[in-house]
């Protein structure tokens, strides 16, 4: 074969290699995998080694899933690697759908990492408090996206105490009261402080028999993220309308008793939180309302058994300013809808809730309550308190 020939031959199979994609149906291991291809070939001048690389890379996003739990799409290998489930393909069918759960006694630096009770969906049955343990992915990482899919725990004792199961999230930038009930559907935000490990753990007592679950979804926010929660809020909605819920907020009242022997409070103590909302593009003020058909839709302060429907849910049930001082909601510079006139107060509590709306930016709500949340000899009795479900409405400029 003359040198020509050989230099020919060798330019051909040069650009046959360097034009060659890898894709899953070939390869396990992808995503953000370099994949070296080397060729020997061997004359009389010896080896000449041909270092053509070809990468396939697609991004680790979020992939649909047949049940409650979405999946981040990784390359097989990554997803073994994290003892994580694949459910599916993604990107083309060049990544897989990868489903990252954790339970008790576990950390975690995945994004997207669900943490569950053992067993979920069954029952947990209580024991050693349940902990994961959540390090930053990396240094661009701002927040903690708490979702609370499915969680259920014990009703807090009748003064609004968490005295038998609890979930406690330490270790962050930002205060979390400690949570008991039925918190199904709330997300919750929390600041990174720094490279510290945020703490999530959920105490559930061995001696209480109860249907107790959880499934919490964990997302990690960057600092640019458009869906980080701002500064000192511990939850945020967006949308033009929603609907804003206590913790643990229900109809049915909490069958035990408080330490005064009244109908026990859903409501929990020792709250202390805002609820911030995006002002959508093109929208300037806020309205504020109870949730349609629920009478019990703003039941913060008062006596629920003791009013009847003509009370609760009403204006005759609405309390605010100067007689709302031990659980309240807090609404800045509010105007009454019904007679654009201000409400001359920004507190709000008792057993129904008048229609107000503000222009006050940013748009956020706040909710204190009190350590005892019964009824006692120095304060108007709380009996079967619920909390709030306000829906929202914002308005154009």
Same mark, same amino acid.
């Given at each position: 074969?003359s040198?020509?020939?050989?230099l020919?031959?060798?330019?051909?199979?040069?650009?046959?290699?360097?034009?060659?994609?890898?894709?899953?149906d070939?390869f396990?291991?992808?995503?953000?995998?370099?994949?070296?291809?080397?060729?020997?070939?061997?004359?009389?001048e010896?080896k000449?080694?041909?270092?053509?690389?070809?990468?396939?890379?697609?991004?680790?996003?979020?992939?649909?899933?047949?049940?409650?739990?979405?999946?981040?799409?990784?390359?097989?290998?990554?997803?073994n690697?994290?003892?994580?489930?694949?459910t599916?393909?993604?990107?083309?069918?060049?990544g897989?759908? +990868?489903?990252?759960?954790? #339970?008790?006694?576990? @950390?975690?630096?995945?994004?997207n990492?669900?943490?569950?009770?053992?067993?979920?969906?069954?029952?947990?049955g209580?024991?050693?408090? +349940?902990t994961?343990?959540?390090?930053?992915?990396?240094n661009?990482?701002?927040?903690?996206?708490?979702?609370?899919?499915?969680?259920v725990?014990?009703q807090?004792?009748?003064?609004?105490?968490c005295?038998?199961? *609890?979930?406690t999230?330490?270790?962050?930038?930002?205060?979390?009261?400690?949570?008991?009930?039925?918190?199904?559907g709330?997300?919750?935000?929390v600041?990174f402080?720094?490279?510290? @490990?945020?703490?999530?753990?959920?105490? @559930?007592?061995?001696?209480?028999?109860?249907?107790?679950?959880?499934?919490?979804?964990?997302?990690?926010?960057?600092?640019?993220c458009?869906?980080?929660?701002?500064?000192?809020?511990?939850?945020?909605?967006?949308?033009?309308?929603?609907?804003?819920?206590?913790?643990?907020?229900?109809t049915?009242?909490?069958?035990?008793l408080?330490?005064?022997?009244?109908?026990? #409070?859903?409501?929990?103590?020792?709250?202390?939180?805002?609820?911030?909302?995006? *002002?959508?593009?093109?929208?300037?003020?806020?309205?504020?309302?109870q949730?349609?058909?629920? !009478?019990?839709?703003?039941?913060v302060?008062?006596?629920?058994?003791g009013?009847?429907?003509?009370?609760?849910?009403?204006?005759?049930?609405?309390?605010?300013?100067?007689?709302?001082?031990?659980?309240?909601?807090?609404?800045?510079?509010?105007? !009454?809808?019904?007679?654009?006139?201000p409400?001359?107060?920004?507190?709000?509590?008792?057993?129904?809730?008048? /229609?107000?709306? #503000?222009?006050?930016? /940013?748009?956020?709500?706040?909710?204190?309550?009190?350590a005892?949340?019964?009824?006692?000899?120095?304060?108007?009795?709380?009996?079967?308190?619920?909390?709030?479900?306000?829906?929202?409405t914002?308005?154009?400029?």
């Amino acid at each position: 074969m003359s040198e020509k020939l050989f230099l020919i031959i060798i330019a051909a199979s040069s650009v046959a290699v360097a034009s060659f994609t890898v894709y899953e149906d070939n390869f396990d291991d992808i995503g953000e995998d370099t994949f070296d291809i080397d060729n020997t070939h061997s004359d009389r001048e010896g080896k000449i080694l041909f270092p053509f690389i070809s990468i396939v890379r697609f991004a680790n996003v979020d992939c649909a899933n047949t049940n409650t739990m979405n999946g981040t799409c990784l390359a097989r290998r990554e997803c073994n690697n994290l003892n994580g489930t694949i459910t599916g393909t993604c990107a083309n069918r060049r990544g897989r759908c +990868c489903i990252v759960s954790r #339970t008790c006694g576990s @950390a975690t630096n995945v994004n997207n990492t669900y943490f569950t009770n053992p067993g979920y969906p069954a029952a947990y049955g209580g024991g050693p408090a +349940c902990t994961i343990i959540v390090n930053r992915c990396n240094n661009n990482v701002c927040q903690l996206r708490i979702d609370l899919l499915d969680m259920v725990l014990a009703q807090p004792d009748g003064d609004g105490v968490c005295a038998t199961d *609890m979930l406690t999230i330490t270790g962050g930038n930002t205060i979390v009261p400690i949570l008991c009930g039925d918190n199904t559907g709330q997300t919750l935000f929390v600041d990174f402080n720094g490279n510290a @490990a945020i703490t999530i753990s959920v105490t @559930a007592t061995l001696a209480t028999t109860f249907a107790r679950r959880w499934n919490i979804r964990l997302t990690q926010l960057g600092c640019d993220c458009p869906g980080i929660a701002p500064n000192g809020c511990l939850q945020y909605y967006t949308g033009v309308t929603g609907t804003i819920t206590s913790f643990n907020y229900g109809t049915t009242a909490n069958t035990i008793l408080s330490a005064s022997l009244v109908t026990g #409070t859903r409501q929990l103590a020792n709250l202390n939180y805002g609820i911030c909302i995006r *002002m959508e593009a093109g929208f300037c003020t806020i309205q504020y309302s109870q949730s349609p058909n629920d !009478v019990f839709s703003f039941t913060v302060t008062g006596d629920v058994e003791g009013a009847d429907n003509t009370v609760l849910g009403t204006q005759i049930g609405a309390v605010n300013g100067a007689a709302c001082t031990t659980d309240f909601v807090v609404i800045p510079n509010p105007v !009454v809808v019904a007679t654009n006139l201000p409400a001359g107060t920004d507190r709000f509590c008792g057993l129904g809730f008048v /229609p107000v709306q #503000t222009g006050a930016k /940013p748009f956020v709500l706040y909710v204190v309550t009190d350590a005892n949340e019964g009824a006692t000899a120095v304060t108007p009795p709380d009996v079967a308190n619920r909390g709030f479900s306000l829906t929202y409405t914002q308005t154009g400029c």
